[in-house]
C-alpha cells in the first residue's frame, strides 16, 4: 500500500454518495462511480475489521471505511495498470480533438469513443478496489502500539496476502487458473478496444 500520483481520470468507489457531492446512486453512476452496496459494505467492514462485532449499522461502517480508505491515500494492486490505460486513452482523446478542421467530426466521434473506454476502465478498476477489499485485510498501522510491534503485525499481515501458507488461507489451484483466464480475457479485450480505436483514429484521421 502507499500513495498513487491523483489524477482526474482515476476514480474510487463510493462508500459516501457526498465523496462527490450527489445525492444518489444513480447521479454517481452518471458520474462513472459505482456506490458500493450495503451488502459489500458489511462484508468489507467485517473483512477489515474482523475483531469489531458490536458495529452493526451501515451508515456508521461508511463513515470508518470512508476515512481509512481515502481515495487520495491509498493504491491497490493492479492501479498502475488501470492508471496508465486511462493515462494512454487521455492522450489520444487530445489528439482527436487536434484534427485538421475537416476532419473535426470524425475526431469528435473518436473521442466519444474514448471517452466509453475511460469509463469502463475506471469500471474495472473500482470493481478490482471493492474485491480487495472485500478478500483481504489491508494492512494499518496502529498507533497506540509500540512501533516494534506494529511494523512486525503490518508485515505479518502482507506476507498473509502474498503467499498464505495455512491451508485454510490457500486459493485452489483450478480457482487461480479460473482467475487468471477471467484477468487475462479481461486485459486481452481491454487492449483489442483500444488497438481498434487507436487503428481507427490514424485511418481516419490520417494521423
Excluded: C
Aim: no cysteine; aromatic share 6%.
Amino acid at each position: 500500500m502507499g500513495n498513487i500520483e491523483q489524477t482526474p481520470q482515476v476514480k474510487a468507489p463510493l462508500f459516501l454518495l457526498e465523496t462527490i457531492d450527489v445525492k444518489t446512486k444513480k447521479e454517481a453512476e452518471k458520474k462513472g462511480y459505482i456506490y458500493i452496496e450495503d451488502i459489500d459494505i458489511k462484508d468489507i467492514y467485517r473483512k477489515q475489521y474482523p475483531n469489531d462485532t458490536k458495529t452493526k449499522d451501515v451508515n456508521k461502517m461508511r463513515k470508518i471505511l470512508n476515512k481509512e480508505f481515502s481515495r487520495h491515500r491509498i493504491y491497490f494492486d493492479g492501479d498502475f495498470g488501470y492508471k496508465n490505460q486511462l493515462d494512454e486513452l487521455e492522450h489520444w482523446k487530445n489528439v482527436a480533438l487536434g484534427v485538421r478542421e475537416e476532419d473535426k467530426e470524425k475526431g469528435r466521434e473518436i473521442y466519444i469513443d474514448l471517452v466509453k473506454q475511460q469509463k469502463e476502465v475506471n469500471i474495472q478498476r473500482q470493481k478490482n478496489v471493492i474485491n480487495i477489499l472485500k478478500t483481504q485485510r489491508i494492512p494499518r498501522a496502529n498507533y497506540d502500539e509500540d512501533l516494534v510491534k506494529q511494523r512486525n503485525d503490518v508485515l505479518k499481515e502482507e506476507l498473509k496476502n502474498s503467499e498464505p501458507r495455512n491451508p485454510s488461507l490457500k486459493i485452489s489451484e483450478p480457482e487461480v487458473q479460473n482467475n487468471n483466464l477471467i484477468k487475462n480475457n479481461s486485459h486481452q479485450n481491454n487492449n483489442n478496444n483500444l488497438e481498434n480505436i487507436l487503428k481507427n483514429l490514424k485511418e481516419r484521421v490520417g494521423k
